[in-house]
């Protein structure tokens, strides 16, 4: 009997890490698909990076609105779920269109390549080390969830108000650290079966990612500036 329990332990020990593992494999096919989605998103939107710059509040405004009431509502219903992440992520990659046009611009195209290259090589560490720390980082939410709104109301006031470039770069480097915090506490509530729907987990890494790469891009235009 004691045997027949434990290969019964095992057995259902071995069916959970399999469920976990495809779960991940799901989600990780998502996001580099959500990439591609903002990829297309900009190059498409690309030679109208004019009207993109004056519409830029209407899009972010339907981002949002996609973000937290398409994807919510979308919850639970395949196909529908998909549309509203390749949504999104097609309207993020429009409004990345006047940053990566002013780069383009400049004659500094080069520097969204690096960029890119530096935030999937950060992102990819964080995630390997959440997947193998022992550590649990589930206390995490909280606090990091504090620190955004902080940042947030930060970068607004200073966006319509101070016009500080010190500050600019403090939040910027800010946004980086957090996010990078935010990639191992979603990676490992990924791991530990927190999300119900891999497009749920999908997004939560994709928002990481994003906010990770233009904060590097910004970065990059700064120190590699001229002036």
Sequence with gaps: MALQERDYIAQ???????????????????????????????????????????MRWVIFGAELLVLFFGLSMSRGKPGLNLFMLFLFTFLTGVSLVPLLAMFIGMGKGAVIGNA?????????????????????????????????????????VNYFFLHSGPLHLVITAGVILLFGLFTIYDTQNIANGAYDSPVDAAVSLYLDFLNMFTSILQLLGIFGSDD
């Design 12 to 54: 259902a020990g071995y069916a959970q890490e399999s469920a976990t593992v495809d779960f991940m494999k799901k989600t990780y096919q998502l996001l580099a698909a959500s990439m591609l989605t903002a990829a297309l998103g900009a190059y498409l939107t690309m030679p109208f990076a004019m009207q993109v710059m004056q």
């Design 116 to 156: 890119f290259l530096m935030t999937a090589v950060l992102f990819g560490a964080l995630s390997l080390f959440a997947i193998n720390s022992k550590r649990d980082y589930a206390h995490w939410g909280k606090g990091l969830f504090i620190t955004l709104i902080v940042v947030i109301v930060a970068s607004l």
